[in-house]
């Protein structure tokens, strides 16, 4: 029902900044919930940042809060991610999800029933 595609990625020295989008079609986006991921190589998909389909909450993992910012535009039907102060150890593959119903357990990767298929984030030393 929900198709996810992300966009934004790409190289940046640390310290930088890089703005993910999520653009969704099908159902209104503003019906779901929706949540950021990243997987590096050789480690698990984790929780990055979610924010409900009003947008009124947000949550972000530990290593991410106050450097990255997760909103989304009801018009556009998209949702973004901006990162800043970005780290090495920021990268990785950033994947956006969106899930419906009561938004519980938004850091797992198993509430989520839609997925984009990803896009690299590189930060360089």
């Known amino acids: 029902q929900v198709q996810l595609v992300e966009s934004g990625g790409g190289l940046v020295q640390a310290g930088g900044s890089l703005r993910l989008s999520c653009a969704a079609s099908?159902?209104?986006?503003?019906?779901?919930?929706m949540g950021w991921f990243r997987q590096a190589p050789g480690k698990e998909r984790e929780f990055v940042a979610a924010i409900s389909c009003s947008g009124v909450s947000t949550f972000y993992a530990d290593s991410v809060k106050g450097r990255f910012t997760i909103s989304r535009d009801g018009a556009k039907n998209t949702g973004y991610l901006q990162m800043s102060s970005l780290k090495p150890e920021d990268t990785a593959v950033y994947y956006c999800?969106?899930?419906?119903?009561?938004?519980?357990?938004?850091?797992?990767?198993?509430?989520?029933?839609?997925w984009g298929q990803g896009t690299q984030v590189t930060v360089s030393s």
């Open positions: 999800a969106a899930c419906s119903g009561y938004f519980v357990n938004y850091a797992l990767t198993s509430r989520y029933d839609y």
């Open positions: 099908g159902r209104s986006f503003s019906s779901y919930n």
